[in-house]
């Protein structure tokens, strides 16, 4: 089950430590210029090893287009891409071969399927998000030319939330961090995990402005529901909100709802989305992610032969993910969106009729 | 898009003021006994107009089974149920007729479809709710024969939020609060709201007991993905947690990670879920509800002919959907976990051959 | 698996002896004008009953609307049907209670599911296929809107082949005759067959006017790839054939190659389906039914004790399948041709950015 | 949509002269040994270039796996192969680069998409079934596993039809003929053909043995439409027949029925499926492919600005494809089988509970 998406769609492959990572990106309408340059650009946006708040593990993350571009344009046929690793070192994980790291995914994957691909995560290390991010460059291309705009930032590290929220500045910072005032202080949060051997959580704001009115295919694949499905399933996040979230809980209909006016809604509590369609104002979406489990702390484990043991990680450090993973959200709120784009075509018959030419 | 689920999947139909709602649930293992006084209760819990802290609308809700089931067991084929609509009243709605009311679907409906089925919601009521919990109630039926039981109750009402979890106290108390010091408050609280022609939000906690270890089909239909699918997807939620979920953000590593032991995990912060694959530990997820956007308050709001106006309904009120929302929630967790079952099966060879004898 | 299709789909569900069959039509176009008497006229052409050359069985077949159409329009949410079963009598089937008939499912139900519905076939039985028409109308509706045309007749009855066809006469002839010269031929052959107790296999042809150039979606639902899904799936068929068919297997490229002029192909070898994609030209399938293999004569079989046995149906008789099998091929080649033109929308940049309106 | 399948998956990618075809195969059950050397020789089964009777094209065809094997087996994540193009040659295809080749897709492709890759056919170049057998190939050591078996070869040369059937003999034959009697004869109609720079029709027999009971999912994922989908959509089908096929429509009743005996059935006119759902027999699929279009002799065609114009290819020939194409045929079965064999667990209660051990 490693494709996502039913019209616009992507299916990724590879493992941390295999020959490769990709993805093949099918759906694509036939005609649209493909900037290769851009698709390089935003795996550089996710790639780590380029400060000390994220992981010094050096990636290339060089994109190859295999397939579906003929003469600079989309053929209408599927966009095979490919990264090939460069950087792998197997030998470096024989201490964690045997062992269950907490907060990690082999324990999973060895019971699911008897055995695992120890070597840095494998199919569950988050390096596969270099084939989302690849595979979202192609669903930004497309919305752009319709309009739409994506954007993202770090909202939240550890226990500090931004009140400030700018795009432009989350763009220039090292953490990508949404307000400037706060900046300084998240930094020393990860430097002070860092330091400790230990990580610490965060969160991601992604909007989206100038989606037209009417995304969403009610009720099982709404708008709401598929960018929930799309968040969760990145690596170490552990909750989803859309506008205002788990805060509208605590609040009352009449301080909710969002009146209308003729020029537009007058608030946006929604975040966009009303049944699961999207309303016309900016959709956003908050990604909560759990501290990276990987720390350099000794824990208590057990092998694969259930025999209790320790486990003391060495290596490359990733003391903050929400900032990488501000990137992957990002990547796949464009998914949705592309996918979203393309259903939504013919929902009514005029639509069906003006597209055939009668 | 009316379906939901790959190999036990379930396809709704039907508006709240249509002539019934209705449900296929298809991929239903044969030989199964389908107990239909079970479907009924199930509905029954999730039925409003019980008591005055829900909607006083008397919904009949009473199923019948079209197919599937042969003898009192399931024959392996679809399995339809319709639940006809014997309390629909659509001269009520004349004066909801052309405008759009507050945080609700129905301008979304309007620009996706260019028209709408104006009737208490059409298809965007929670009334197509019921026709989940049919579907959810065979979910179950298959899930307890391997022993995997669900739970659920209201964990949190407006900000009062519940400190002890007692899912036995929940299916007794009218407003399904998992907290008994807290219920007098929390019931008050609605009751406030509803006096003063307003509604309060809420959520739910839905723990899954017993689930096998290895569930999920990574990386695009993770079981923490799917469920914040069926969850997000849910009239009025706005948030979706697992485990410890946004809270994990603001922790370190050395606080988040379950440390494992022979005899399972020490703690369950990953909410019984890692790298979208069950751990074997109780699968918790949290849904916040919105609070009901029909409130009968004067409210800004424009027409279908673009003009500003107000709305301020009337009829049957719902202050808080949260204890009803808790039960589709426990269904669709169900129709999930069913899913997963079925999909895990031949993951690995060895299962193949032992199901083939060979 | 009980779902065709993948934009504009259909599901179904029911048996032979149930309370009821019925489908769910999801996709459909919002605003589109949904006319009953014409989907009921369509349940009348595939109805058994109305001659000797067809099952003497007497079907009701009255169909409902339960959902998805409001004020006549279709209204994008999904379009339940159903037809209750009024003539089933579970009694007749006592006799096959234990026994395999030769030539029938009932074998591989049994072996499958471990049981089986035995009352005339339960889910196997063709009466399912009135759901298929039900479906079909609608599909018909829209591929209308956009002028396309279905039509289709009886091209063989046994070994006699039509060297004429005339789609007018065969709406008019009692077993659906392509070839005016030879109809009295085919009627005899039928009829001695029925005399014998026997049954006779036969052939539809197909046609399809108008459809676009460029349906079909390569290279995995290819338009001759979903029409030889949707045809060999109907109860009965063991062959299907695009254009030429099995014949262009006896050709050169020199006698098989249609060229291609300004005006348009100059002959229709390939039967409008070139490369998987329609080429402007008409659609031909041909779709060939064995005879049905519920014959009064006594035949060598088993039961589900797996002992030799013989059995000797009675009852009302179908000598002859492939006239009411051709209104179900025309209704799946409509179901097909409608999903491609959903999902040909968007193939184009261009496409998209006109339907968006930038 | 160029992914095949639904539990065990393959999604293909590449043009015939882009860098490399592919494909990314998902569903495989870990711990599954990877046989290389396997997927290479059936793969050069497949390759042109080997004798006189088939294009004297030169692929290279080495394949390449990047991932979902650690150690030699299945790890339960994507299989991700890659066929890199060495000896395309853009330049060759100059001339036909505004004209439209009679019987080939590119008519379509550039009305669908509006342009298309006119280098040797792009992606509806046979090319791309490379890929198709490259996943056959894991599909075959699935099957394998639990003693299903496939067998292939050519049944018929133009008008020239077997009426010995020698899988055997056809593993050696130059041309896969399964009649060895009829071996010189035929390849004298290909090499005529040839000569004549003329191509020649003909059909492949696919044949499955010991394959399981109860494989198919009714109604609409039966085996019989499921090989016909999987068959049809292979370049140049125009026909496909289980069993007795079109020759059943002639037959009574009581020729075609197959009686049943304890040890199995008498005969197999049905071609070892049953209402979609296999019986146990031989599974017999005849697959009946078109004279190649591309050949050596003018025709009348037009060019991409709508004007007359006449053709006449150059370079590398292919009289015949039936015998290739038999090798695909006989990948497809095995893909379909594979598919069946998982969706087929958990059928039944009992198969679920002891597949979860309870």
Known sequence: MN????????????????????????????????????????LDRRRPGQNKYTTQRKEEDRVEILSGVFEGVSTGTPIAMVIYNTN???????????????????????????????????????????????????????????????????????????????FAFAQKSEIFALDASLEEHQKSLIDEARKNHDSIGGAALVRIQNAPIGL????????????????????????????????????????NNDAIAPEGFATNHAGGILGGISNGEAIDIYVYFKPTPSIFIEQQ???????????????????????????????????????????????TLKGVKNYYGN
Do not use: W
Not at 110 to 124: I, N
Not at 301 to 318: P, Q
């Open 88 to 166: 792998q070192k197997s030998g470096d994980y024989s201490a964690i071969k045997d062992i269950f790291r907490p907060g990690h995914a082999d324990f999973g994957y060895f019971h699911k399927y008897g055995l695992r691909d120890y070597r840095g995560g494998g199919r569950s290390s988050a390096r596969e998000t270099a084939a989302r991010v690849a595979a979202g460059a192609i669903a930004k291309m497309l919305c752009q030319e319709v309009g739409i705009k994506f954007m993202s930032g770090v909202v939240q590290v550890g226990g500090s939330r931004a009140t400030q929220i700018d």
């Open 3 to 42: 494709q996502f998406g039913k019209r616009f769609t992507f299916m990724t492959f590879g493992e941390s430590h295999g020959k490769a990572i990709g993805c093949i990106v099918d759906g694509v309408p036939a005609g649209m210029a493909i900037d290769e340059a851009f698709i390089q650009a935003e």
């Open 301 to 347: 484990t057990i092998n694969t032969d259930h025999e209790a043991t320790t486990c003391k990680l060495e290596g490359r450090h990733d003391p903050f993910v929400a900032a990488r993973g501000s990137v992957v959200a990002e990547s796949m709120a464009a998914l949705v969106i592309a996918d979203m784009l393309l259903l939504n075509m013919g929902r």
């Open 216 to 255: 969403g295919e009610p009720l099982y694949y709404r708008l709401d529901a598929a960018l929930a499905d799309a968040m969760m399933g990145i690596n170490a996040v552990k909750g989803v909100e859309i506008g205002e979230g788990t805060r509208a809980s605590t609040l009352h209909g009449s301080q």
